[in-house]
């Protein structure tokens, strides 16, 4: 159930039919998905959020990009956005992650919001090894819990 509806024609409108159309480029795929059909309400930040989605998700970057589609997936669960979990667990899956990859991803992003609650629950102090701004004196090696 959106707060919005979408628009009955939105490329209509030629600035989303250019950013439909840059998307179907980008992806070469004719499909458009539902979170960009939904922010074809506002032209502007249709492009805007395109514009961001493209240059972090579809460009070459130091990250592989199975390994950003697992991050965003993590990312996504952790903020419980259940539309983006669904479509980058889709992604990965398109881009090669394998079923152990996706239970190893699921274990670790348990463990990881299982150790940040009990973190913040003690309000433990963050090592000064840790700290950037004491990097000199910390050691090559820290294990790191």
């Known amino acids: 159930m959106s707060t919005i509806s979408k628009r009955p024609d939105p490329q209509s409108d030629p ?4 950013v439909f159309d840059d998307i179907r480029a980008t992806r070469k795929s004719d499909f458009i998905n539902n979170m960009w059909l939904y922010l ?3 032209a502007a930040l ?3 959020t395109w514009a961001d989605v493209k240059a972090v998700m579809a460009q070459p970057s130091a990250l592989d990009p199975l390994v950003k589609e697992m991050l965003y997936i993590a990312v996504s669960v952790t903020n419980g956005c259940s539309y983006c979990a669904h479509s ?4 990965a899956k398109a881009k090669g992650m394998t079923a152990d990859q996706h239970a190893d991803l699921l ?3 348990s463990l990881a919001s299982r150790t940040n609650q009990l973190a913040t629950a003690l309000q433990i102090p963050v090592d000064p090894v840790f700290d ?3 990097a000199a004196q910390a050691p090559a090696a820290v294990d790191r819990e």
């Not at 600035?15 to 250019?18: C, I």
């Open 132 to 134: 950037m701004d004491n």
């Open 46 to 48: 249709l492009e805007k």
């Open 107 to 109: 274990r670790v992003i």
């Open 88 to 91: 980058h667990t889709a992604a």
């Open 15 to 18: 600035r989303v039919k250019a």
């Open 40 to 42: 074809a309400f506002d």
